[in-house]
Nanobody, 119 residues
Framework: QVQLVESGGGLVQPGGSLRLSCAAS????????MAWYRQAPGKQRELVAT???????NYGDSVKGRFTISRDHTKNTVYLQMNSLKPVDTAVYYC?????????????WGQGTQVTVSS
């Protein structure tokens, strides 16, 4: 069974950095797109960044120039490097991946990791 597990969240001061990781486990044959979303209290979930199988990346306007998404095929892991963090970046961050596995093609979500930016 495919699972996505995020890690790396926490409390950081404004201007600081964090790196989130999302590791996929299970019998995985291939990845399509992988992405990070976030949801702040009282707000809708929003797209933060995506990376496709060819390595092409796309970012939400609010994080362009500050966040970087990357992936390690050998570890079935996607990362989100977050720099110059602001209080408005406070949210639960979710990993999402389109995966072809022994179970077929599916769209999977992680459990979320809390990022809090505060002094």
């Amino acid at each position: 069974q495919v699972q996505l597990v995020e890690s790396g969240g926490g409390l950081v001061q404004p201007g600081g950095s964090l790196r989130l990781s999302c590791a996929a486990s299970g019998i995985i044959f291939a990845f399509n797109a992988m992405a990070w979303y976030r949801q702040a209290p009282g707000k809708q979930r929003e797209l933060v960044a995506t990376i496709n199988s060819g390595g092409y990346t796309n970012y939400g306007d609010s994080v362009k120039g500050r966040f970087t998404i990357s992936r390690d095929h050998t570890k079935n892991t996607v990362y989100l490097q977050m720099n110059s963090l602001k209080p408005v970046d406070t949210a639960v961050y979710y990993c999402n991946a389109e995966i072809l596995s022994a179970e077929g093609f599916g769209d999977y979500w992680g459990q979320g990791t809390q990022v809090t930016v505060s002094s």
